[in-house]
């Protein structure tokens, strides 16, 4: 395929925050309650992540603001009912369905990391919330652990979804979705 038909799709810094979003997501996944420190440096990470996505959504380029692609429910709709019938139309940037599941783990993801903050605080009386919910209480403690492992799994779900509708969307549209998440181009056609 010739340079020409390709074009630049993700920018430098959505793909970056990607990869590291995974990353970070991972290793506080794996490392839970056996390395702490490591599994709070990653929480804090993600938390830096999403404040820059946050950010990088409104004044990013094209593709990366929420303007781009966050779509109505009647086209979120119409899209699935075209996926459904194998005859979605192809988009440069997200679908309407690719769009709906990053609100939607941005969300969980704020919500997990939260709710982490507020465990660290009241279970362990140390983070940012420790002055507020440090003498909190068990039940205190137990409940924002409980939140915490919620929105861990309602990620892992999403993220699984997520997996899933890009593989699909590959093999749909013959197109290497990954590989433009690796190096931002996709088909111009």
Sequence with gaps: MKQSEKIKVWDPLVRLFHWLLLAAFSIAFITEDDYLSLHTFAGYSVI????????????????????????SPTMVM?????IISFKARRYLGHNPAGGVMIVLLLVSLTFTV????AV????DNAGPLAIWLGHAGETWAEFFEDMHEFF????????FIHIG?????????????????????????
């Design 114 to 117: 939260l709710s982490g903050v």
């Design 48 to 71: 830096c992540l999403l404040l820059f996505r946050l950010a990088w959504g409104f004044v990013g380029p094209r593709y990366a603001r929420f303007s781009d692609f966050v779509y």
């Design 78 to 82: 119409t899209y699935l009912k075209e």
């Design 120 to 123: 660290y605080g009241a279970g």
């Design 152 to 159: 861990i799994n309602f990620t892992l779900l999403l993220v």
């Design 165 to 189: 509708g890009v593989l699909f969307e590959s093999l749909l549209l013959r197109e290497n979705l990954v590989r433009a998440m690796f190096s931002g181009n996709k088909r111009l056609d």
